[in-house]
DNA sequence: AATCCGGCAAGCTGA
DNA sequence: TTGCCGGATT
């Protein structure tokens, strides 16, 4: 049997061998030993990015091009190489799932053994390893607990009042989403800049900030968005942890580079200044992210970044058909900012299919559409896992779903409410919470009073105001309340019991087995029962829910690890056992890829996305752009792009133009495929108003002028900084189209009164004639005569 | 404590 | 149009 990792011994200790210096010469002449099997198969560039281990290194992985095979080779090549052990390594991926394939393959690679790679990880579980050992130097104590989100949004709203604001008018919501934007560019407190500080709450937002980071440091807590900030103040107030950092980190690699975002690539770049073996991993047309604070930059410029880089470029894709890429290549081309690539492929016959591309009336007939298409490939012996339908939007998830139950085809969402979101799930970790750490003050909050004891409003105002007065957690005040004469008899005792429960459990912790605990916990507290009394239709299934939590946490030693993990891992485990034609959005499909791929919704407005054009203009419709190339990359054999001419967006049906992006696409690779069931009349076969049949798309006339682009990009330009200054008048300000070099960037829904009036009668080209029964600004009520009563926009109506 | 009503928003989502 | 949130109401 010959070896399959090329490894002289797969189960040699890596871990103990000294590790020579990295690029010393004894290391080159053992990797240069024998060409190691691990490197057949591998192509010159992907063999390239592999073996070239020293100095910073830029792999730029198109679409299907061997990404995550050329970050595990180059990991066991350093390690077969002796060039570092395993926990020298430094892996950084942005998802649990990523990490864990990577994990995965590594074993595969090294024999079964990576529990020395214990730097492989996400950057915010790297992060919490880090800051457990140092937390005393940014003011938490090794036991902090992580926020989620949850948590987080109930905190900002205790602050947001105590500041006697109107949580209304600055909700947390909104403020939890500035405080991400400027964590994410590693932006403390005092370094937001002061018109962003100033946009909050009447000039409140620094002050807001402090409070919040102020709470969480008496909480002993940090969010998610701390993990890196916090490790980047530990870094730079102290430059000996750093040096120890980057002494132990000999090689870095860092996947989806161009997801990164400030505070990430601070993170990076101070790691690597004591040590340049940094290998970044990413595609630049992938960058989807940039409304969560990715910094397509990063990317762009790692070159200016890293002096010295290489940059490696990997074009040749071992997924799609020559027609699937093409059009994904000629469509991403209209970008401008972009480092470039064109990926090719050997895979050509004569059969495969083009890109297809059809016209349909509406979204009903879109799902009627696939649905048929869909049991025409099952029936063909095409297997529904192969199959994916790959929306913009989640609105657009239903009518498939409706479409498919009626049909009983088979199907699954992926994304929607995930596991440990469910209420049921976060009540029973809060009480988990409360028995490992008692000073866990949210946690005691959330459930103090659930399932319901008696212990209303008045009694937490209480301990709450003995807790604040005293500074110390909520327990510790409640416990010692119950010793006083303040609280009701009845309150008092109840309150009594649950603190009993509390230290009865806590005591239970070191005896009885964790999983045994969890039930008993849940049992005692009345927690099951009240789910076993209620009798909605969604009981069963948290009842359900909850043995899965219970079940899911034997992998675990013990209650506390199975809390770490829960805070740091959000991904649902899903069964994938049955045959199911896959739904989801084009964000959560990346990664992925299927033989057959849908693409519904083509649409302007939809796809690209109105707010991204009104809120990004020109960068938003690039990285709508790359979404789409996203889209159609995942197809390994066939694609198919849909434009519906009627969409109910907000219950109004509206008239569409088809997507600007259909008029980029390649016309030697797509043809024109007819719906399989079109009404007659109205838009059969073709795009009716679209640009799609003008002979040159890109032909604009005088439009295009050196001189009328000059002006309208100086236009542009500067209502773009106007509106960076004032947040409330643009919506009302923004008059006719905005347009960059000739592009239509952004329209505005006419908001001038209709012209119609009540009871008058009208003709619409999707139900035809009725009577305006009320008008609303320019939504009109109408009766029709055939489709009975509908909301629709003014303009898509006519006298009659 | 449970339910009802009105108002508002409605794009993608990771740790 | 739906769905969620929060306040008011029973």
């Not at 750093?242 to 990076?268: C, G, H, P």
């Not at 339908?389 to 657009?396: G, N």
């Not at 006719?736 to 003709?763: C, M, N, Q, Y």
Request: overall charge neutral; hydrophobic content about 40%.
């Amino acid at each position: 049997m010959t070896n399959p990792t090329g490894f002289d011994d797969p189960r040699a200790p890596f871990d103990t061998a000294p590790a020579p210096s990295a690029g010393g010469i004894a290391a080159r002449a053992m990797a240069a030993r024998r060409a190691p099997a691990y490197l057949d198969g591998l192509n010159p560039e992907q063999r390239l990015a592999v073996e070239t281990t020293e100095g910073p290194v830029l792999v730029l992985a198109g679409a299907g091009t061997g990404k995550t095979r050329v970050l595990t080779t180059r990991i066991a090549h350093i390690l077969a190489s002796n060039l570092a052990r395993p926990s020298e390594i430094l892996a950084v991926t942005f998802t649990n799932k990523a990490a864990r394939e990577m994990k995965e393959r590594i074993s595969r690679f090294i024999g079964g053994n990576v529990e020395g790679m214990a730097w492989l990880g996400t950057f915010h579980s790297i992060c919490v390893k880090i800051l457990r050992r140092h937390a005393e130097l940014v003011g938490l104590k090794s036991s902090f607990t992580i926020l989620d989100t949850d948590d987080q949004i109930r905190l900002l709203k205790q602050i947001i009042q105590a500041e006697g604001l109107d949580d209304k008018r600055w909700t947390a919501k909104a403020f939890a989403g500035m405080l991400d934007g400027w964590k994410n560019r590693a932006l403390t407190p005092k370094d937001v800049p002061e018109g962003e500080a100033r946009a909050f709450a009447n000039g409140k937002g620094r002050k807001l900030y402090e409070e919040y980071q102020d709470r969480l440091s008496i909480l002993n807590a940090a969010d998610f968005g701390d993990l890196l900030l916090h490790v980047i103040t530990l870094f730079k107030q102290n430059p000996d942890v750093l040096a120890d950092y980057q002494r132990r980190f000999r090689y870095m690699l860092v996947d989806e580079y161009q997801d990164t975002n400030i505070a990430q690539y601070l993170w990076l770049r101070l790691l690597a200044q004591g040590n340049p073996n940094v290998c970044c991993v990413g595609d630049d047309d992938q960058s989807i992210y940039g409304w969560r604070g990715a910094e397509v930059d990063n990317i762009l410029r790692f070159e200016h970044d890293f002096k010295g880089a290489a940059v490696i470029r990997l074009e040749r894709n071992y997924r799609s058909t020559s027609h699937i890429l093409a059009t994904a290549s000629h469509l991403i081309a209209h970008n401008q900012g972009r480092l470039g690539k064109t990926l090719f492929t050997d895979f050509h016959e004569p059969d495969h299919d083009l890109v297809q591309v059809a016209s349909v009336w509406d979204s009903q007939e879109e799902a009627r559409s696939i649905g048929d298409e869909i049991e025409a490939l099952q029936t063909n012996g095409h297997k529904l896992n192969d199959i994916a339908i790959l929306v913009r939007a989640s609105f657009q998830m239903r009518e498939f779903e409706d479409r498919f139950v009626t049909l009983g085809l088979n199907y699954r969402v992926i994304g929607g409410p995930r596991f440990y979101e469910r209420m049921e799930i976060r009540d029973a970790l809060a009480y988990f919470r409360c028995v490992v750490q008692p000073a866990d003050d949210l946690a005691f909050e959330r459930i103090v009073n659930t399932p319901k004891r008696g212990l209303g409003e008045a009694t937490l105002k209480l301990v709450h105001g003995l807790a604040r007065a005293e500074r110390i957690p909520l327990m510790q005040a409640a416990d010692q309340l119950c010793q006083t004469e303040d609280l009701k008899p009845k309150a008092r005792n109840t309150l009594n019991q649950v603190l009993a429960d509390f230290t009865r459990w806590r005591s239970q912790l070191a005896g009885v087995k964790h999983t045994e605990l969890a039930e008993i916990i849940l049992d005692e507290s009345g927690y099951t029962e009240m789910w076993r009394k209620d009798r909605s239709a969604e009981a069963p299934g948290r009842l359900d829910n909850l043995k899965e939590l219970i079940r899911s946490m034997e992998e675990f030693e013990s209650m506390a690890g199975f809390l770490e993990h829960i805070s740091l891992v959000m991904d649902r485990d899903t069964a994938e056992a049955n045959d199911a034609v896959s739904i989801m959005t084009l964000h959560s499909a990346k990664g992925l890829e299927f033989d057959t791929v849908f693409l519904p919704g083509w649409e302007e407005g939809l796809f690209p996305h109105q707010r991204s054009l009104d809120e990004s203009g020109r960068a938003g419709l690039e990285e709508e752009r790359r979404l789409a190339y996203v889209g159609i990359t995942r197809a390994k054999k066939r694609a198919k792009l849909y434009f519906a001419s009627n969409r109910r967006i907000h219950g109004l049906w509206q008239s569409t133009v088809p997507s600007r992006f259909l008029d980029e696409l390649p016309a030697e690779h797509v043809e024109i495929a007819e719906a399989a069931s079109s009404y007659g009349g109205y838009g059969g076969g073709g795009y009716g108003a679209s640009r799609f049949d003008r002979a040159d798309p890109f032909e604009r006339g005088s439009y295009s002028t050196p001189g009328w682009q000059r002006a309208q990009k100086a236009k542009a330009a500067s209502s773009e900084l106007f509106e960076r200054y004032d947040t409330r008048s643009s919506r009302t300000r923004r008059e006719g189209p905005r347009t960059i070099e000739g592009e239509l960037v952004a329209k505005s829904v006419s908001e001038t009164p209709s012209e119609f009036s009540i009871g008058e009668r009208v003709f619409h080209i999707k139900f035809g004639y009725g009577a305006i029964t009320a008008i609303e600004g320019n939504k009109l009520t109408i009766d029709f005569e055939k489709a009975g009563r509908k909301k629709v926009i003014d303009s898509f109506v006519e006298r009659h």
